[in-house]
T-cell receptor, first 113, second 115 residues
Framework: DVKVTQSSRYLVKRTGEKVFLECVQD?????MFWYRQDPGLGLRLIYF???????EKGDIPEGYSVSREKKERFSLILESASTNQTSMYLC????????????FGPGTRLTVL | AQTVTQSQPEMSVQEAETVTLSCTYD???????LFWYKQPPSRQMILVIR??????QNATENRFSVNFQKAAKSFSLKISDSQLGDAAMYFC????????????FGKGTKLSVIP
């Protein structure tokens, strides 16, 4: 079974803190993704990576950065957390190939106070 | 930019009955892929079914099937013999066939199953 894990299910941070969200997949997938999920807005892509050290901006990259130093790990970084970044963050991975499905992690619910 | 619209924020169905969730999309491309994902309460999102735009035959996976109308840009999901475990958020998603791995999601439909 493909497994995508995220470092925390729940996280509470203060405004201005630097926040790291970690995602690990165990199936040697080329592609990894970070989404933000908000009620009534669906899932919106923040960043994705199609190879180690490669990244592309999604629809809402502002306020976020990413790092992919190893194939299995993709980190989302909030340089200076703000209250409007309170949300559910979902990580996903997929093999190469446009028809291939994305496998999702359990999500991290981040609250910024 | 492509957009995906799910016009039904919430739906309900009696157990063992059939329900159809609607999805429309806007694109100028002819080559693309469509997906339905399911997100059960407090559980991970999983793929339900997918369709390649160049295939006219509607995809089917057990009790789940789609009605793909390319000209109308419609991609509805039919769930037959609904079960309690079908209760979830359902998201329709679009991926361009032009080489991008980006998925564009609709806002979701929350399906309740009534025993």
């Amino acid at each position: 079974d493909v497994k995508v894990t995220q470092s925390s299910r729940y996280l509470v941070k203060r405004t201005g803190e630097k926040v790291f969200l970690e995602c690990v997949q165990d199936m040697d997938h080329e592609n990894m993704f970070w989404y933000r999920q908000d009620p009534g807005l669906g899932l919106r892509l923040i960043y994705f990576s199609y190879d180690v050290k490669m990244k592309e901006k999604g629809d809402i990259p502002e306020g976020y950065s990413v790092s992919r130093e190893k194939k299995e790990r993709f980190s989302l970084i909030l340089e200076s957390a703000s209250t409007n970044q309170t949300s559910m963050y979902l990580c996903a991975s997929s093999p190469a190939g446009l028809y291939n499905e994305q496998f999702f992690g359990p999500g991290t619910r981040l609250t910024v106070l | 930019a492509q957009t995906v619209t799910q016009s039904q924020p919430e739906m309900s169905v009696q157990e063992a009955e059939t329900v159809t969730l609607s999805c429309t999309y806007d694109t100028s491309e002819s080559d693309y892929y469509l997906f339905w994902y399911k997100q059960p309460p407090s559980r991970q999102m999983i793929l339900v079914i997918r369709q390649e735009a160049y295939k006219q035959q509607n995809a089917t996976e057990n009790r789940f099937s789609v009605n793909f109308q390319k000209a109308a840009k419609s991609f509805s999901l039919k769930i037959s013999d609904s079960q309690l475990g079908d209760a979830a958020m359902y998201f329709c998603a679009y991926r361009s066939g032009a080489g991008s791995y980006q998925l564009t999601f609709g806002k979701g439909t929350k399906l309740s199953v009534i025993p």
